[in-house]
């Protein structure tokens, strides 16, 4: 299948690596100049994951009209807040696009990567649940949801990602799964604000938080129910409030430090997506009716201190 991946950090890195592996045909959309000529010299990116060889490109370049010639399918793998910037220059968007984009799009209020696809004429899918790029890409057994806009789309996302080492787990529930890609990152920064109270109070607050995210989740998307306790549901927020590879949990760490939101961001160094996902939700008319999330809101706003968080956390548990 002939197929273009837009995205060039750790998640299409990894997503590349499983593309070629089923064999497709990847023309690969990067964002510089010289991370395209390295990959199309060498066969490596020269920063992320530089140990692996990516054989095989169709072509890998920064223009994107080409990098969409022709293809069968689209896999967008940006961070959500350069959805718009880098996508806005394409005027129609026809097409079958899979969305492994876990975010708001900037500038959109609260708008997922689904919608602006969808607006802009494709037909939509969504892939999300627990897949950090550290493991994907060293073939290390993963399970994920995917949900399409029609039904005859899942034999096509089978095609386009299934493997021994790499699941796909159909489900009818597009809008509740992208959202809580969206949703645990937020959470997880909550996980990471306590990582020094130990592993007692760490389970306490994550079985509090889930139960906080279904009810969230309930308020969002009234018309679906899907089956929280699931590797796309509770499973992918699991793995990002403690794995070590989780950014928006070591994000959570610095704010429990004592760190701003800003200073916190500098000193992760990686896009933090529950961050940029914070300024879409302020718009979000009932986030005061769920107390974390409004307390994870309310210190990214800049409208508390950080350390007011572990008090919004205890009141939680009480």
Same mark, same amino acid.
């Given at each position: 299948m002939k197929v273009a991946l837009v +995205?060039? /950090?750790?998640? +299409?890195?990894?997503?590349?690596? $499983? $593309?070629?592996?089923?064999?497709?045909?990847?023309?690969?959309?990067?964002?510089?100049?010289?991370?395209?000529?390295?990959?199309?010299?060498?066969? =490596?990116?020269?920063?992320?994951?530089?140990?692996?060889? @990516?054989?095989?490109?169709?072509?890998?370049?920064?223009?994107?009209?080409?990098?969409?010639?022709?293809?069968?399918?689209?896999?967008?793998?940006?961070?959500?807040?350069?959805?718009?910037?880098?996508?806005? !220059?394409?005027?129609?968007?026809? /097409?079958?696009?899979?969305?492994?984009?876990?975010? $708001?799009?900037? *500038? /959109? *209020?609260?708008?997922?990567?689904?919608? @602006?696809?969808?607006?802009?004429g494709a037909e939509v899918a969504v892939l999300s649940g627990p897949s950090h790029a550290e493991e994907v890409i060293q073939d290390r057994p993963t399970w994920v949801a995917f949900a399409a806009s029609k039904p005859e789309l899942y034999e096509f996302g089978q095609a386009l990602f299934?493997?021994?080492?790499?699941?796909? $787990?159909?489900?009818?529930?597009?809008?509740? &799964? !992208?959202w809580v890609g969206i949703l645990k990152n937020l959470y997880a920064i909550l996980l990471g604000v306590v990582s020094t109270w130990g592993e007692n109070a760490r389970a306490a607050?994550?079985?509090?938080?889930?139960? !906080?995210?279904?009810?969230?989740?309930?308020?969002?998307?009234?018309? !679906?129910?899907?089956?929280?306790?699931?590797? +796309?549901?509770?499973?992918?927020? &699991?793995?990002?409030?403690?794995?070590? @590879?989780?950014?928006?949990?070591?994000?959570? =760490?610095?704010? /429990? =430090?004592?760190y701003s939101p800003q200073a916190a961001l500098q000193k992760v160094g990686m896009v933090v997506e529950g961050y940029y996902a914070a300024q879409g939700l302020q718009t979000w008319p009932r986030k005061s009716e769920f107390p974390l999330l409004r307390a994870v809101l309310e210190v990214l706003a800049g409208q508390r201190p950080p350390a007011s968080l572990r008090e919004a956390i205890t009141q939680a548990l009480r």
């Open positions: +995205g060039g /950090g750790s998640w +299409g890195c990894a997503l590349a690596h $499983l $593309l070629l592996k089923k064999g497709h045909l990847l023309r690969w959309w990067v964002h510089a100049e010289d991370i395209a000529h390295h990959l199309q010299a060498k066969r =490596q990116h020269p920063s992320i994951f530089p140990e692996v060889v @990516y054989p095989d490109l169709a072509w890998v370049g920064t223009d994107l009209q080409t990098a969409l010639e022709g293809v069968e399918a689209c896999v967008l793998a940006l961070p959500a807040r350069h959805i718009k910037s880098v996508l806005g !220059e394409v005027p129609n968007l026809s /097409g079958f696009w899979v969305s492994c984009t876990k975010g $708001l799009v900037l *500038g /959109g *209020g609260i708008q997922r990567p689904s919608q @602006y696809l969808q607006a802009k299934d493997q021994p080492t790499f699941r796909l $787990l159909p489900t009818p529930f597009l809008h509740a &799964l !992208e607050l994550a079985a509090v938080t889930l139960a !906080e995210m279904q009810r969230v989740l309930q308020a969002l998307v009234p018309e !679906e129910s899907p089956p929280f306790l699931s590797p +796309g549901w509770a499973g992918d927020f &699991l793995v990002t409030a403690f794995s070590m @590879y989780s950014r928006n949990q070591r994000f959570g =760490q610095l704010l /429990g =430090q004592g």
